[in-house]
Structures are given as structure tokens and as C-alpha cells.
């Protein structure tokens, strides 16, 4: 799907406006939130005597997530946004306070779950937003300021993060987060008012409840995995390995389109690299700041700083991709999948003390490059897909790609951690193949988005 090149665009009252204002800042709240936990969280590890936690905790936070998202894509074509939106954001503030005082790595995971849960009932919310209710030749400028809502947060975030935890310690990096979500909350969820639930023969067609069940299922398999692999005896890493995989997969069978697995033409090609582009960017840019901290000695406002030029480059991205409104997105698609790869190894000499982490900044640039050009028109491609009353699923589907991609290589590489933190294994060696596994993940990427095409 193209962007209309019309000069005359459909004119959006104040109802408009306000709605879009919402959802920019509800995306920008999981973003800041996001960001910031990644340079904080060499500091949180370390003051806790966690480092065999820092995988976990970050996938215990997407596990959350893919649960909630599929929940709250169902809900909210039953029962309406408002509500779901509403309720998502008071639990997200409750994680952010049993975050903020834990006093153990469990406890920090048990609020970053909580937040994992809340964050996962805003994002599908956007989505279907964007599809019922703006005109057709606004939507894909929708979905960049969407996208665009991670822009700020991706530039501010780890500086701010990092000056925080400095200077009042990172458990302020939770606490000063909630006067933000609690204005979000009240903002958004004004103009999603005039939204209720979609008729009621759609909504209640199908299996929504089923796929609720399916995606905890899945949750519940890929955590069973990712404990697996990060224990330390290999009966247990074999035994939980195979129960993980085997609760998982019949579950995201039923849940993901068929086709998925293979990437076959059309939207499974579009989810894949949707999971593809989360599961790459996310093993470089969560791992680069503990590189920082633990082979260079980095404070954490240096820590958040190497990861910034990603986010400005991300920007970079979307708008050269907004100015080539006729480059079909397979082809978008293909180029980001490739300045991916390619950063994935020039970021790789981070891993040496000696080498100077502004080249790092600008290495991880070019994947921020990437992500910022396929990132936009894989969106609109993938919501070609969503017909009237299914805009909720297939929304969550989206987010679902994309969370399975996050909570698996957030469990991987930090289970590659935790095994060097008990082994000989160095965490050198861990880091890199957690870069190495990104650029494969890249190479797949290319090959999916083979497939990539809009709906007729």
C-alpha cells in the first residue's frame, strides 16, 4: 500500500486530533519506560547481586506483554477502548511502584511483569485506533507519528535514566515514570470515549476467549524455555528446553495465521518480519549497554548514551521512507533487514576494552537506520490486512510477532549471560554470540520479506 500522493488530504476536527494526541503519548510512555529500564539495569543487577537476572527480567516484561496485547485486542472490540485503556494504565503505575521498592531481582520481576501486562493492553489500543478512526488517506501518516512516539523517548530516555541513576539512584527511574503515565492516562483516554465496542455479532464471532488461553499458553512455554536455558544443570536445560518448546508451538499455531513458521506470501511474511526485525534490533541494543558497564566501566549516563544514535538514525529512517511514498514495501522491508545485519557486526567490537564507544554509537546507528526504514511501511502493509471488526485482532497479532521476538532474544542472550556468569564461559564470548544471532536473525529477514505483500 502506497501513501496517497493527493495534495488534498480528508481534514481531522478537534476530536481527531485530541485522539492522536493520545495515542502518540501512550506510545511515548511505553517507550520512555522501555528505554530507560535498559540503562538502568546493568546498575539494578549489580546493586542487587542479579546478573544471572538480566534476560529474565527483560523477557518476564515482553512474556507479560503478549498476554495482555492478545487480551486487550479482544477486549477492546467487545467492550470498547476506553475502559481496557484505562485499566492497563493503573496497572502499569502499580507495577512501576513494586519495581521502584523491591529489595530482590524476583521483586523487580514481578513489577516489570506488572508493567509487561499494562503496557501490553496500550499498544493494540493504538493500532485499532488508527484504523477505525481516521479516514483511510491519513492512516499511514498515523502510524509514523505512532512510530515517531518512540523518537523522543529512544533520544531522552537513557540520557535521563542514566543522570538519574547517578544521581538519586535507579530506583527514581521507576518512581519519576508514574506522574507521566498517570497524565497519559487521563489525556488518552478522553477522546477514546466516542469508541465503543464494534457490532456485536463481530465481536463475539470466533474464539477470542480460546486465543486468551493460547497466549498465556505460549508465555507459560517460552518462560519454561528461557528458565531452562539459563540453568546450570543440563538435565534441567534439556528437560525444561523440550516442555517449553512443546507447550509453545501448538499454541502459536492456533494463535498466528498458518503459514507463520514458513513466512508464506502475504500477511504470515509480514508477521515474520515483524518478529524477524523485533528479535535483531533487540539483541544488539539490549546487550550493548551492559557491554559498556561491565568491559568498559562506563557509568550509566555513558551506557544510555551509546544506544541514543540508534534512535536518532530510527528518525532518519522514517522520514526518507516518508518521502518515497511509491518504494513498495518488500523492497523497504529488505533494506532495513540489511543496514541491520550490517550493524550487528560493526557493532561487534564494542566487545574489546580499548575500543572507543563513540564508534559504537555511530555503528548501532546504521541498525537504527534500518529499523526507522522498514518499520513504517511493514506497519501499513500488515493493517491492509485488518477488515471492519478485526482491527483489534489483528493489531494484537502485530504485537504479538513482535513480543515473541523480543521475549525470546531477550531470554536467549540473557541466558548466554547468566551461563557466564556461573561457567568459564566470558561474557565476551556471550555478548558475541548474542551479536552473531542478531545478524542471522537479519539474513532471515531478508529472506522473509520475499513474501511481504499488502492486502488487495
Known amino acids: 500500500m502506497t501513501q496517497s500522493t493527493t495534495a488534498t488530504k480528508t481534514p481531522l476536527d478537534a476530536s481527531h486530533r485530541l485522539l492522536a494526541i493520545g495515542l502518540v503519548l501512550s506510545v511515548t510512555l511505553v517507550a520512555f519506560e522501555s528505554t530507560a529500564l535498559i540503562t538502568a539495569l546493568p546498575t539494578i543487577t549489580k546493586a542487587l547481586n542479579g546478573d544471572s537476572y538480566y534476560g529474565i527480567t527483560l523477557a518476564v516484561y515482553t512474556l507479560a506483554n503478549l498476554v495482555a496485547l492478545v487480551a ?3 477486549a477492546a472490540d467487545r467492550r ?4 481496557v485503556f484505562a485499566v492497563s494504565i493503573i496497572v502499569f503505575i502499580v507495577g512501576l511502584v513494586v519495581a521502584g ?6 521483586v523487580v520481576g514481578i513489577g516489570r511483569l506488572l508493567q509487561g501486562a499494562g503496557s501490553g493492553g496500550l499498544s493494540p489500543i493504538a493500532y485499532l485506533l488508527v484504523k477505525r478512526g481516521f479516514p483511510d488517506d491519513r492512516q499511514p501518516m498515523m502510524y509514523v507519528y505512532i512510530s515517531a512516539g518512540w523518537v523522543l ?8 535514566s542514566g543522570y538519574v541513576t547517578d544521581t538519586f539512584g535507579w530506583r527514581w527511574v521507576f518512581f519519576s515514570i508514574i506522574p507521566l503515565a498517570t497524565f497519559v492516562g487521563l489525556v488518552a483516554t478522553v477522546p477514546m ?5 464494534v457490532d456485536q455479532a463481530e465481536a463475539t464471532h470466533g474464539e477470542g476467549e480460546m486465543r486468551v488461553s493460547l497466549a498465556f499458553a505460549v508465555a507459560v512455554g517460552v518462560g519454561v524455555l528461557l528458565m531452562s536455558l539459563a540453568a546450570a544443570n543440563p538435565f534441567v536445560i534439556v528437560l525444561g528446553s523440550v516442555a517449553g518448546i512443546a507447550l509453545t508451538l501448538p499454541a502459536l499455531r492456533r494463535l498466528l495465521p498458518h503459514g507463520f513458521f514458513t513466512a508464506r506470501m502475504g500477511y504470515p511474511a509480514l508477521l515474520m518480519c515483524r518478529f524477524l526485525a523485533a528479535a535483531t534490533f533487540i539483541l ?3 546487550f550493548v549497554p551492559l557491554a559498556a558497564a561491565r568491559i568498559h566501566g562506563a557509568k550509566p549516563f555513558v551506557q544510555g548514551f551509546v544506544i541514543v544514535g540508534a534512535a536518532i538514525s530510527w528518525t532518519i529512517g522514517q522520514v526518507l521512507i516518508s518521502r518515497l511514498p511509491n518504494v513498495r ?3 523497504a522491508v529488505t533494506a532495513g533487514f540489511a543496514l541491520l545485519g550490517t550493524a550487528a557486526v560493526l557493532v561487534t567490537p564494542v566487545l574489546w576494552a580499548g575500543w572507543p564507544l563513540w564508534v559504537t554509537f555511530f555503528s548501532w546507528a546504521v541498525g537504527g537506520l534500518g529499523m526507522g526504514i522498514l518499520y513504517n511501511p511493514s506497519t501499513v502493509a500488515t493493517m491492509s490486512y485488518a477488515t471492519d471488526g478485526r482491527e483489534g485482532l489483528v493489531s494484537s497479532q502485530v504485537r504479538l510477532s513482535e513480543s515473541l521476538g523480543f521475549s525470546l532474544m531477550y531470554g536467549v542472550g540473557g541466558a548466554m549471560v547468566a551461563v557466564a556468569d556461573r561457567t568459564a564461559l566470558t561474557l565476551t564470548a556471550a555478548l558475541a554470540i548474542n551479536f552473531g544471532l542478531a545478524a542471522a536473525c537479519a539474513i532471515a529477514g531478508i529472506v522473509a520479506s520475499r513474501g511481504i505483500r499488502t492486502a488487495s
Open 101 to 106: 521498592v523491591a529489595t530482590s531481582m524476583a
Open 153 to 160: 523517548p529512544s533520544l531522552l530516555a537513557p540520557l535521563f
Open 80 to 83: 470498547g477502548p476506553a475502559p
Open 72 to 74: 486487550a485486542g479482544r
Open 329 to 331: 514495501p518488500e523492497h
Open 284 to 286: 544488539v541494543d539490549s
Open 193 to 197: 470515549r466516542q469508541f465503543g465496542p
